[in-house]
């Protein structure tokens, strides 16, 4: 499976827009790009996920290079609530099923007021 | 999103005992369930893959016969650590996957062995 690459840790001023990059340099044509995070002592949190296309929905954006070779994610609002260990992922489709989803080290974003 | 439910959330017990944590799908049929474990400070390792009526396949370097899953049905998943031992105390957390791609998480179950 495809390694992902993320900066250790990140700030982000509360109510601007955090974005969390990622490479994915060797990703293959079937495997997606996951992002979820974690908030300390419970269990990861979907955020989003795509393929090639851009994505968006009610908590973030995903903005995927035409390479496919790295990834943004997006939070418009940053609020002191999303303060979390960001985790971007390769998951593999074969065409019929979904396969594992493999963790890295992630992100750690701290938002302050 | 979708509800992955854990139970119970945090266990203690003694060493050389048997826990049982459950994983259930609230809302939808899984076909396909994960294990993971965490540790302090630690990213999540994949334990082991579990289908519904199907034995689970382990990662390499986790021990099948000490950590048994079983995936019974659509919507729940056991594991069962056997002879607990102080090492094996950590964070597990089970998710469960959507045909459609979408994969949910439970909240965990904090094991700590004495």
């Known amino acids: 499976d495809a390694k992902t690459t993320q900066p250790p840790s990140m700030d982000c001023a509360e109510g601007r827009a955090a974005n969390l990059p990622c490479n994915h340099s060797?990703?293959?044509?079937?495997?997606?790009v996951y992002w979820y995070r974690q908030i300390h002592s419970q269990g990861p949190q979907y955020i989003i996920h795509?393929?090639?296309n851009n994505e968006t929905n009610e908590m973030a954006s995903l903005i995927i290079t035409e390479d496919r070779k790295s990834s943004t994610l997006i939070l418009p609002h940053a609020t002191l609530r999303d303060t979390a260990v960001y985790y971007c992922?390769?998951?593999?489709?074969?065409?019929?099923?979904?396969?594992?989803?493999?963790f890295g080290q992630g992100t750690i974003l701290t938002v302050h007021p | 999103g979708a509800v992955v439910s854990q139970h119970p959330s945090w266990v203690i017990c003694k060493s050389g005992t048997s826990v049982k944590i459950e994983c259930r799908s609230l809302?939808?049929?899984?076909?396909?369930m994960f294990w993971y474990r965490q540790f302090p400070k630690q990213s999540l390792m994949l334990m082991a893959t579990?289908?519904?009526?199907?034995?689970?396949?382990?990662e390499q370097g986790v021990e099948k016969d000490k950590f048994l899953i079983n995936h019974a049905s659509l919507t729940l998943s056991t594991l069962t650590v056997t002879s607990a031992h102080p090492e094996d105390s950590s964070f597990y957390i089970c998710?469960?996957?959507?045909?459609?791609?979408?994969?949910?998480f439970g909240e965990g179950s904090r094991l700590t062995v004495l």
């Open positions: 998710s469960a996957s959507y045909d459609t791609g979408e994969l949910f």
């Open positions: 060797t990703i293959s044509g079937n495997e997606y």
């Open positions: 795509g393929l090639k």
């Open positions: 809302d939808f049929q899984a076909t396909t």
């Open positions: 992922i390769v998951r593999p489709f074969s065409g019929t099923s979904y396969g594992k989803l493999t």
């Open positions: 579990s289908n519904e009526g199907s034995k689970a396949t382990y």
